[in-house]
Every structure is written in structure tokens, then in C-alpha cells.
């Protein structure tokens, strides 16, 4: 028997060994009695998409930064007449949404004439609108990259007291660590600017060809937008042509074995080792500000910090170039292809009234979906991964005052206790004695280590409480993929489904049949250990990722909507892929066989 | 002009007199991308060579004028008289040698030895490029060898002297003289499965798909609705399979080894098996993608995949003809408004069960008819 609902969050007790986990995060983000009646009341799911492991005390800013900005700009910016924003809580380390909409009818008209104006003027002006979002969001980023953290030092200098600056170093970090979070928010903020707007612009013209075509595959629709050149494959793209360039300039060897340190000295003594590696460093910044992961968690590799991952990834298209391989897109049958798929279909439409109004949403859709593609890189990816690099910078700060063992220490305290560590730190460096923190914090994390290893082992349940009789939240299914199917799924599956083990549903996200031996993985890490011809299996998957879909079969992942990164990336790449199948980790095991029908949206285990 | 073979595949339209109506169109969807089965015409001046013969001419011409058509039993006389006359009149060695020829390379593009094929007449005539009507000459299916393609040929030009075609073409007003008559040769198909396509959704009426049914066996089991056939939903534009839906296959119709066809269980593990790969599947869905886009309006198209002939080439078109349920229906536009509109009334309307592709039942039957 399938269950009706979900466990009520009231209801999961803490793991053994992680009590008290509550205190790592904001007093508002865990589930509490004092809105019990509430949060028993609504439907709760786990975000694997964005946060699939058990959140850092620090990391959980960008989930309340994110979440709150995409609310906000619903609820209080475009005045979405339906929705209103994500409601957010974190149980026992883990992430858990649940999208609130305007339950009265009458409100929900009396919204309308605002969205109207709001997103009217933002439709009306998007590229003029999206052009001064690029010059914001780098000169964000340029804010972000000025920022510094240098320890305290011994004496202030002579010209803070020449200069009658009148304040000092201790006050001026506090200040550059609350301006980081600020900007890290200032961020969040622009990256709901359009986002929301976008996703309506795509359903509409989504839901239009689906009233139209009823069969059509969501790929098609989605390839007759899809951007061609996007910012987001540009830290891919750059490998391929340094690839390239390598073998044009007879450096490809040199770059085959060593560390990246070895091999940048062996580059250094010639002419044309040279030249390559000043494109190299061109291209670093800003492209291998890219994470190998979603971005999300300050563990998530970043290229520019560990550069040995891009060198991988080179040495395996210097190889295919070598091999006579063309790792080139094809751009022009890329562009010819589309053409063509918006041409068949507009010819099988019914009527030229309909031929109208397709062009127009079609038209829409592929003036807001370059901001759907490339934000990912701009947010994310680039500032993402200054900020973590920022944040590591203070650490080290830390780390020489004999706060913390390690930079990474830092991320063990909330967001609003790094103030209060800083201030320890600034008051004993005024007042000439020695701070707590060196005492105290080392065994504080130590306390919080093992309550986040506790954590970390745990097994999310995929929802919580009462589930919806329909999904119809329009950003919840676009975003997350949440519709009324996937809960009925996950309801079902408490008990151990029929065919459980067999066969697994998903996501039609990107065509072709493919069989092999599967690769269960779980972290960026473990992309190393993916063999060519292998069926690719994880949780979600990265557009960092995108250098091992040349050489692996298919893609399967648990989770996924239509618009999650990873269905963008698998598109983009024609790889055989079926996400959002819940249970592809739990059930597959490395080394079965099993076949990916990327058409269809079924993965069989074949044994 | 070597003569009296022309291949389908090799038809042009200056061929048109000489081969008949039949097999013209049988070129003419050969050369628009829609395989029928393979096969050959033998041309009108085949047949001419033999009928102008001084000694049948004459006997031909004194044994009709001196009928009465409208006495049934002379005419059956007259018309056996004839029928004997041309079934043993020697055929000139050139057309021996060229059928035979070209049935043997037909056998041999088919890797079947004595392929059985269908011989069937088409009466001709210059100024009456379809001079028959269904059933009045005659036709022979499960043909095999050289030897019985030649006889059943005569048959088939004796044909147009049936009492019926003679009385027809006298109440037509149609000169015997001028009628000609030129033999189609075509493969007989042994289908490993069959069924029909639409080139839209019989459900639904999408026309951005092709609604397939397919079964083991001969395609009359799933036109006739004996059987619950596989079903294929494939957009026509991707050629995307959108929807699969596998049937318990109990019975097939098949050609027995004695090219009798026969009604047989179908094995337990077989029945549950796919009875097309995707390929075949994604073939099969082009195929009447073609149809529609040579005749112009939606079809209803009946195929098999034929064990005898090669991979790519084995699916076959049997017939298309028009769809006449939703192509009869006023194409009406969809009432969504435009604009900032649309968006508001797809932000209010509830988008569950239209977002994302699961696919797994809910394919409906195509078949039974």
C-alpha cells in the first residue's frame, strides 16, 4: 500500500550523536512547535538539486539568500498573481521548500493588473534591462574581487595616523566581511531579477505547444530556444581551443604528464610554451571560475583553485585532437537543425492565427532564455567562487591568530557568529591580551564536526507533510520538477515499489538509447573514476561535468526538472540522459547493466 | 530500347504508357521515398509482340466480329477460344530471356531463391492510361519460379480477353486493338510484423505525431482488431518515440511453408516482446511521414517489415490512403491569449500533467477499425 502522506517534520527524530544540530543555523530555519500547526499544514520537499548533502553553518547564507530572493521578487517585485515565494527550513542538516501560493481567488485577480505593469515594463525592456544587468553583475563581482583579509597588524601604519584617517585595521575587517555578505546577497538579488520573468515567458510558450502538439517532446520544445553560443559552455569551449592551440604549437606533449606546477615550468622554457600559456592565464579568469559541482557548497571544487581538474580535462581533448577526433560543435548544423524543427512545426500547425501567436511566444522565449542559460555562470559559478575564495582569505586569517586549524573552519560558524569572532579577535588586538577564540573555537568546530559527520550520513526523506492534490506552482515543477507524478512516486516508494529494482521513470531530457555497465557517483570527486562507454549515474550533475560527456554513454540522475542545470547541460550536449528519476542512486549499483532510453524517460536494469 | 522490363525503382514518367496506371504509381512511390515492395513491370510492348502476331491478329479480329455480345454463352465460347489461342502461342525468346532475367535478379536482391511474387495485370491504352476496373483481369499471388511468372504473364495478357473485360469494352466503347495490357511482378511480402500508421494522433488529433500499431504476422490481424497490437506514438518532427506501449500479443497470421496463410498462437515468450526495434519503429514513422507529404493531406498507412529483404530496406509501404476522422474536422485555432495575457492565464491555469515527459501508459489503440 502506498502511503498518503509524507512523515510530518515533527515526526524524524534526530540521528543519534547530532543533537543539538538546531543551533548551526539560523533560529528561523529549523521546523519548531512555535509554527507547528503551519508547517504541519504544508508540503515539504527535499532540495537535492541545489542542496543534496547537509548544509555547513556558513554555506546555509546562499540557501537563505537564494530562497529569500526568489520569494521576494514573486511576492513583492512582479506580484506573481498565484504565487507567492518558497518557504524555507532546514531538518537535521538538510534543505526543504515548500512553494506558497495566494490561496484566495480574489486576491489572486487583484494582483493582476500589477504584474501587468511590473513585468510588462520588464518584457518590454528586457535587453536594455539585461544589458545593465551584465555591467552590474560585474561590477559586483569587481567589488567582491577588491575586497581583502589581512591580519591585524603589529602597528598601524604611518599614514593612518598621518592622514588622520581616524579609525583602524580591526574596524575596517569587520567591515569588509559585512560588506562580502552584503554583496553576497546584492548578488542573490540580481539573479531573481529576470529569472522568475523568464520561467513565465518559457511556460507560456512551453504550455502553447504542448495545447497545440499534446505529444511533443518537451526536448523539441526546448531546442527551438536553446541558446547557441552560452556563456555557461564557454569554460568548456575555452578547453577545447587551448586543446587545440596546444597541438598547433607543438606544446601538446609537454602538457600530457606532470603536476600543473611541472608543467607550466616545462611550458615556460620556449617560445611557443610560452605563447600557450599566456592564453591559459587569458582564459582563467573569468572561465575557470567555474565549480565542479553546483556551487553551492564551499567544498564544491573550483577550477582557478585546483587546476589540476581543467588539466584534466585538456589532456583528454589534446588526446581526441591527437586521435584526429573533431571536438568542435557543430554550429552551423546546430543553428540549420533548429531552423528546421521551428519550420515542421510551424507548418503543422492548424491554422495562421496559431502560426501568430507561436512565432510571438517563441519569439519571447528566446529573447529571456539567454538570461535562463547564462545567469548559472555569472551567479553560481563566478561569484560563488569568489566569495568562497574570500571567505577562505578570512580564514586564514583566523588560522594565524590560532582560531582555527584550518581556512576551511571558518565555514563551521554561522554567518552571524564570524562577526563575533572577528570582534573577539579585534578587541585583544587592541587591547594588547590574547583572545578566547583560540580556545574556544577549535573545540567548538570539533563539537560541530561530528555532529555534521552524523548529519552527513543521513538519509533525507525526499518530502515531508501533507502532499499537494496537484503540483501547480509554475516555478516548482519548471525549477524542480516537482509535479504531481513525482510525488505519487515518492509516495509509493516508501514501501518498496512494485517494480522496484527494475525499472526507474524519469525525465525525457535528452534522446538517443544507450547500454553499459553503470557508474553510481556521488561527488565531483569521483568523476575520475568514470570509464569511457560507462552510463553515468548521479545524484544531479554539473555543467563542470560537460568534458566526460564526450566520452560516457548516457546520464542518469534523481533529481532534475526541465530547467535544472543539468537537463540544460545534457541537451546542449545530445547526451542520452533521464533525470529526475528518484531512486537512480539507491537502486543501480556500479557495474550493473543497464539501459538508458533517453526517448522515453526509462532506465532498465539489466542485471 | 532494351524493352520490356521496367524496375519500379528505375520508372520515369515517359514510361507511363508502357507499364499501365498500376504499376506507375507503384514507381512513382518508389521514387518519392515510399518503398513499396520491390519489383518489376513487364511493358506493353510485350504483349504487343505477341498480338500483333499475323496469325492471332486475324483469328482474334474474325472470332470477335462474328460473336453476339449479348449471347452469353457464345461469348464465353469466343472468349475461351482467344484465351487458348494467346496462352499457347509461342512467347518470343527475348521477353523469355528478359523476364527470366529480371526475376532472377529480383530473387537475388531478396537473397531468396523462387521469391514468391504477386503477377498482376494493368490494361492500357494511349489515350486511357487506366483501362481496367478492379477484378476484370486477373491476378496471381504466391508465385514462384521463372517458369510460373511467364505463364501466369500470358494469363494475364489472355486476361483481357475475359467474357467481362470483352462485354466491357464494348459497352465502353473502347476499340479491342488499341486496349493493351502491361504485367506488374512484385514481391509478395512475408511480414515478421506488420500493422498500420497514422500520421496523426487518432486520440487526440496531434498532428505532430505518427500513432503506429504493430503486431507478429500479416497486418490483417491488427486491421481486423484480432489482436492487441504494440503501440507507438513518434513525433514527426524529431522522430522522438514519445510513447510505447507493449501488448500480450497472443496470435499471429503468417504465411505458412505451403504460402497458405494461417492463423498460429504466437510463442508465451514472444508475445510480450517488442515486435519492432526503435529503428524499425522510428522507419516505419517516416515512411508515412512521406506518405503524407507526397498526398498532401494526413493518411492512414498499412506497412510490414518483410523477413526477405535487407536491414533499411524491409519496412514496406502496402497502402496509404487518406485519414477521414479529424481530417474532416474544421481545423480551429487554439483560443490562448497572446502577450502578457497568455502569461498571466498560464501562470492561473494549472500546468501539472501538461509539464514533463513521463512516459508510460495511456497510449491508446489505433487499430481497430
Redesign the interface.
Known sequence: MAQTRFPSPFDIPTPEGAEGWEELYTYSLPFSEDRREYEESMFWFQDGIHWGQALMPWDATFYEFAIASLSQYNTRHYI????LGVDYRVLNGYCYLSPVGVADPDE?TRR?PH??ER??FY?GNWNDLYGKWMDKIRALIDRMEALSFDPLPEMEDIEVVTGGRGMGSGRDILARYHELVDLALVLWQHHFEFLNLGY??Y??Y???C???????????IA?MVAGIEVDLFRPNEELKRLAKLAVELGVADKLMSGTVVEVVASLEASDEGRRWLAEWEEVKQPWFNFSAGGGFYHSDDIWIEKLEIPMGYLRGYIAKVQNGEDIERPIEEVRAERD??VA??TE?L??D??RE?FQ??LGLARVVFPYVENHNFYVEHWGHSVLWRKMRELGRVFVKEGFFTDENDIFYLRRDEVPEALWDMYSAWAVGTSPRGPKYWPREIERRRKILDVLSAWSPPKALGQPPE???E?FT??LW?I???SVNMWLGAGDGGEDEGSTL????AS?G?AEGPARVIFTADEIGTVQPGEILVAPITAPAWAPIFGTIAATVTDIG??MSHAAIVCREYGLPAVT?TAFATRDIKTGQRIRVDG????VTILG | MNGYIVWFDGYSDHDRIRVGGKSASLGEMTAAGLPVPPGFAITTEAYHTLRNHPEIRSRVHSLLGSVDLLDADALEGVSAEIRRLIDAAEIPRDIVDQVTDAYAELCERCGVEDVPVAVRSSATAEDLPDASFAGEHDTYLWVRGADQVLAKMRRCWSSLFSARAISYRHEMGHDHDVISMSVAVQKMVVPRAAGVAFTL?PL?G????VAIDASWGLGEAVVGGEVNPDNY?V????F?????KVSRKEMEIRVGDDDRVEQVAVDVERQTQPCLS?EEIRTVARLARRAERYYGVPQDVEWALDVHLPPGENVVLLQSRPETVWSRRP????S?P???E???????????????????EGVGQTGSR
Open positions: 506573481i498573481p498565484p504565487a489572486v493582476v504584474f501587468l513585468a510588462g518584457f513565465a515567458a511556460l507560456d512551453f504550455g502553447f504542448k495545447q497545440a502538439f499534446p505529444n511533443i517532446p518537451d526536448l523539441a531546442r528546421r524543427i515542421e512545426y503543422l492548424s491554422t492565427e496559431d501567436a510571438q511566444k496537484v503540483v501547480t509554475p515543477i519548471m520538477g509535479t504531481s507524478d521513470h524519469g525525465f525525457a534522446p538509447v526538472g526541465m529526475g526517448s522515453s524517460g526509462t | 494522433n487526440d496531434d498532428r505532430s505525431t506514438l513525433d514527426k518532427v524529431l522522438e518515440i514519445v510513447k510505447r526503435d481545423r480551429v485555432p487554439i490562448r497572446l502577450g502578457l497568455g502569461i498571466v492565464a498560464t501562470l492561473l491555469a494549472p500546468l501539472d500533467g501538461r509539464v514533463g515527459d513521463r512516459k508510460e
